[in-house]
């Protein structure tokens, strides 16, 4: 069952580009949608969560919830070789100790 | 920042043996879970775990597995009679429910090869 998919990349930058990353699913009920950070053999760390549709900005960082179009984005702004990781969507419905349906990954890498 | 931990980082096992892995999640927290990647796969849910009893469960969690709060601090994750296929890195999450937003925290990982 494919809830939620994410294109594994790779994805190779040059520094300072500005980096667009996306995700697409089919349940309409999910309703909170988190972008984590994933280095190598690591946890995935949380970058950004939003909830519904909107958008959301942290710094280089710019989250985008589209639920008409069941698609979500992240931005990255003046990418950095430290940016250089595999970033996770992940998605769930609104209620506590509810599972996260993650994408695949997509490996982004950014060349100084 | 508080964090998870996880112990061991990594587990070697025989096909058949029980493993159980460790988590401490973040002190303040009130639901736990377990998910495991299979190398070059996604990120999977397993199991979550509320007030001393397991709220959710995918199919992956079958009989072979079980989960525990032993005291205070601590959440385990049981694997009986473990399969090849119970290779995995396997991840401890932690959240607090606000009452809006439910943000998982989590752990470092668990390598687990089982030969």
């Known amino acids: 069952q494919k809830e939620v998919e994410q294109d594994p990349g790779p994805l190779s930058v040059p520094e300072g580009a500005i980096v667009s990353l996306n995700c697409t699913y089919s349940?309409?009920?999910?309703?909170?949608f988190m972008w984590y950070r994933q280095y190598s053999r690591k946890g995935p760390e949380l970058l950004m969560y939003t909830y519904s549709s909107g958008n959301k900005e942290d710094g280089r960082f710019t989250a985008q919830v589209d639920k008409s179009s069941k698609y979500i984005s992240l931005f990255i702004r003046d990418s950095q070789p430290s940016d250089s990781a595999t970033y996770l969507c992940a998605m769930s419905e609104d209620f506590a100790g509810n599972q996260f349906y993650f994408g695949t990954g997509t490996s982004l890498t950014v060349i100084p | 920042e508080p964090e998870v931990t996880q112990t061991p980082s990594h587990q070697v096992t025989q096909m058949g043996q029980e493993v159980i892995l460790r988590c401490v999640p973040i002190?303040?927290?009130?639901?736990f879970y377990w998910y495991r990647q299979i190398l070059g796969q996604k990120v999977e849910f397993l199991v979550s775990f509320y007030n001393n009893e397991i709220s959710e469960k995918s199919e992956i969690f079958d009989d072979q597995f079980s989960v525990e709060r032993p005291d205070g601090s601590n959440f385990t994750l049981k694997i009986r009679s473990t399969k090849l296929e119970d290779s995995a890195m396997y991840f401890c999450?932690?959240?607090?429910?606000?009452?809006?937003?439910?943000?998982?925290?989590f752990g470092p990982g668990t390598r687990l090869t089982v030969l």
């Open positions: 349940n309409s009920a999910f309703q909170y």
């Open positions: 999450a932690s959240s607090e429910w606000s009452g809006v937003t439910d943000t998982q925290y």
């Open positions: 002190s303040n927290h009130l639901y």
